[in-house]
């Protein structure tokens, strides 16, 4: 089992949709969480950080579900501009280190 | 406020030529220093990290290397290209695992 698991999509949305996506992760020890968004032939940049109490920014909303060790992440009314590979991140055993899953493919269609 | 510089911004190599690609850190001290490799269409796969000077942790027996000469700068070598080396590097940074990783604009390297 990989570390940390992404469904790759593609997830094809209409504008306005509301779209989900989770990451599962295996260890089990793992305290800090993080989406990131990368666009094509760029570098990933921060989305948001996953709270234990889950957060929200905006029209996006990240949750962590520790018992069933996955991560969520919400992205209310699609915009096109969000268009982008989603990868999620997760801390390994010492804490020093993030694991990335492969990403998540949205596009999001007029 | 900090920022991390990577360059070149792309790359077109000869197989069997040498590879030097550099990343430096402004506006912190000691931060942890990452190089990934992704390939097309692929995950990010962690090549080398550094927690401090002349302190490299290899995460994937290759034929790369990585320096880090200077607190902020952190450097990824190879003497001989292979065509499996192509993709795009990426360095990050990072102070605490609490805020998660910086990377910079990325290399995207092909080996002809």
């Known amino acids: 089992r990989k570390e940390v698991e992404q469904d790759p999509g593609p997830f094809n949305v209409p504008e306005g949709a509301t779209v989900a996506f989770n990451c599962t992760y295996s260890?089990?020890?793992?305290?800090?969480f993080f989406w990131y968004r990368q666009d094509c032939r760029k570098e990933p940049k921060l989305l948001m950080s996953?709270?234990?109490s889950g957060n929200e920014d905006g029209r996006f909303t990240a949750q962590l579900n520790r018992a069933s060790q996955y991560i969520s992440l919400l992205i209310r009314d699609s915009k096109l501009s969000d268009s982008a590979t989603y990868l999620c991140a997760v801390n390994n055993d010492a804490g020093n280190m993030l694991t990335f899953g492969g990403g998540t493919r949205l596009m999001v269609k007029p | 406020s900090q920022t991390i510089h990577q360059w070149p911004a792309t790359l077109v190599q000869p197989v069997g030529s040498p590879l030097s690609l550099e990343c430096t850190v402004e506006?912190?001290?000691?931060?942890?220093l990452y190089w990934y490799r992704q390939a097309a269409g692929r995950g990010l796969q962690l090549l080398f990290y550094?927690?401090?000077?002349?302190?490299i942790s290899s995460e994937v027996p290759q034929n790369l290397s990585a320096s880090r000469p200077q607190d902020r700068q952190f450097i990824l070598s190879s003497k001989k290209l292979l065509l499996s080396d192509s993709g795009f590097y990426l360095c990050?940074?990072?102070?605490?695992?609490?805020?998660?990783?910086?990377f910079g604009s990325g290399t995207r390297l092909t080996v002809v």
């Open positions: 990050a940074w990072s102070v605490s695992q609490l805020y998660g990783y910086t």
């Open positions: 996953v709270y234990s």
């Open positions: 550094s927690v401090g000077i002349g302190q």
């Open positions: 260890n089990s020890a793992s305290q800090s």
């Open positions: 506006g912190t001290s000691n931060p942890n």
